[in-house]
């Protein structure tokens, strides 16, 4: 059952700035809602044309003119319409294109709230664009993704998922349980006639079909996570091991403090770079040792979690060290403890040794692992490292970019939840079950797919999707 959305003042004329605030060539301010044309009306003179109304106007027109106050002029403006319900929000809608100061999009702002109009909250131009069924949840979500892509491939995916894709494939799937529903209700109220409106066989046959299409789509998480997020990269390894210098060496900056004293890393630092279109989110740790006090302890601590949360490992050891082979165990249990994530194992400072070639030949036959030989400090070998991170990455990422993926921890979960709720249905109907029971795992499968889009409805959770999304947008 879908739950309305309490939306204050909806249909309320909202304005705000829909470019970023600074110094450019233009600036954006947009107005929608009611009134929104009487309300320009009041600041707008058209050149040339005194008798120019707003109301009057066809959509998808530019008007060249000026905006004034009440102590002149602002500006001269392009305002552009937008006439409901061919508009983004649905509504009618005005665009000043205006010269790009911030005091001049500070006063063309002013002047049009002082005219009727209330500042919008964050998001809400889209939030308007969702509650009056222009685009679903799920698209909205997509439309605050690709304006925060990082990424080709992040951009790509969330340009298939704000056409529409993945909503195409849940609306089916939803229609297909609203239809077995439906049927099952229909039996319910006649209870008393024992009569089958819905064919177990060929429910059953649709179940498991829906839960192949659910599987694939939750599979598509790990690769459309790492497409929206990156890569997670930690950089782990003992101290001294040049871990830090690495970091910065990959970053092209001094972004970490770079010691001989070990122990100099007391917590993790996160960056991220972008190499051959993948994004890596870099991760220097503690190094790992016994001993130390306790805020190191405690370094050490976050050090292993964040490992635990890696797609990517990066042990780095100092191959310049007569002991270098002691690191070998350390790497078994890395290879079986974090079997999760890949690994690279990287020897350090190759250019501290006249032995590099038969040390790296030694550590490859303890280990069995590729090894990875750089110089961090002088910057030899990393492009070597850099390629084989991009290879890792796009095992990582076998699916097409271009494919329908999920990366939405909270889509995940809904897809997962709405995959239990079928398993349970399908159990019911092989114990030959009462109807009531598997009716009931059906209509959870169908609210936790409507979630997902928007059809059901959780308020704290829409509210949450829009907060993120910045003023005028």
């Known amino acids: 059952m879908t739950t309305p959305i309490i939306q204050p003042e909806q249909g309320y004329p909202i304005a705000a700035i829909a470019t970023p605030v600074g110094v450019g060539a233009l600036a954006v301010v ?38 004034h106050d009440s102590e002149g002029l602002i500006d001269e403006v392009v305002a552009l319409v937008f006439r409901a319900p061919n508009s983004f929000t649905k ?16 006063h063309l702002l002013k002047v049009l709230l002082d005219s009727g109009c209330r500042l919008a909250e964050p998001g809400e131009f889209t939030r308007r664009a969702f509650l009056n069924g222009r685009i679903d949840l799920l698209q ?140 890596f989110r870099l991760t220097d740790t503690a ?82 692992c590729d090894v990875c030989a750089i110089a961090a400090a002088k910057g030899e070998g990393l492009d070597l490292l850099k390629q084989l991170m991009s290879i890792i990455a796009q095992g990582l990422n076998k699916q097409q970019e271009a494919s329908v993926l999920v990366t939405s921890l909270r889509h995940y979960e809904a897809l997962r939840n709405a995959f239990d709720a079928l398993v349970n249905a399908q159990e019911l109907i092989t114990r030959q079950a009462e109807t009531e029971l598997i009716a009931f795992e059906l209509r959870s499968a169908l609210d936790y797919v409507g979630e997902i889009t928007g059809k059901v409805v959780n308020e704290e959770i829409v509210n949450l999707i829009f907060e993120r999304f910045c003023i005028g947008k």
């Not at 809608?93 to 790009?100: K, P, Q």
């Not at 993704?145 to 993945?166: D, P, Y």
């Open 30 to 67: 947009r107005i929608s809602g009611s009134r929104v044309f009487d309300i320009a009306q009041k600041v707008f003179r058209k050149k040339n044309n005194p008798d120019f109304r707003f109301a009057q106007s066809k959509g998808f027109r530019a008007h060249f003119g000026t905006v």
């Open 287 to 368: 190094g790992l040792r016994e001993g130390g006090e306790e805020i190191e302890h405690e370094g050490i601590r976050r050090s292993y979690r964040k490992i635990s949360e890696a797609d990517l490992i990066l042990y780095l050891l100092d191959i310049s060290l007569d002991e270098f082979l002691d690191e070998v165990q350390a790497i078994r249990d890395f290879l079986e403890h974090y079997s999760n994530a890949c690994l690279i194992v990287v020897a350090n400072k190759i250019d501290l040794t006249q032995e590099s070639a038969e040390r790296l030949q030694q550590l490859r036959g303890a280990t069995g």
């Open 140 to 279: 909205a979500e997509a439309i605050g993704e690709m304006i925060h892509a990082r990424t080709e491939s992040a951009f790509r995916t969330a340009v298939t998922q704000m056409q529409g894709s993945l909503s195409k494939r849940l609306d089916a799937m939803r229609r297909a349980l609203l239809q077995s529903c439906a049927m099952l209700e229909l039996e319910l109220d006649f209870s008393e006639e024992e009569v089958e409106f819905q064919s177990r066989t060929q429910l059953q046959q649709e179940l498991v079909e829906m839960q192949e299409e659910l599987r694939r789509l939750v599979d598509s998480y790990q690769h459309g996570r790492i497409l929206k997020e990156g890569v997670g990269t930690v950089i782990a390894g003992k101290p001294n091991a040049g871990k830090s210098t690495l970091l910065n060496a990959l970053l092209g900056e001094e972004r970490s403090i770079v010691s001989h004293t070990p122990g100099t890393t007391r917590d993790y630092i996160e960056e991220c770079f972008i190499h051959d279109k993948t994004l």
């Open 91 to 106: 509504e009618d809608m005005v665009e000043f294109s205006c010269h790009g100061g911030p005091v001049v999009v500070k």
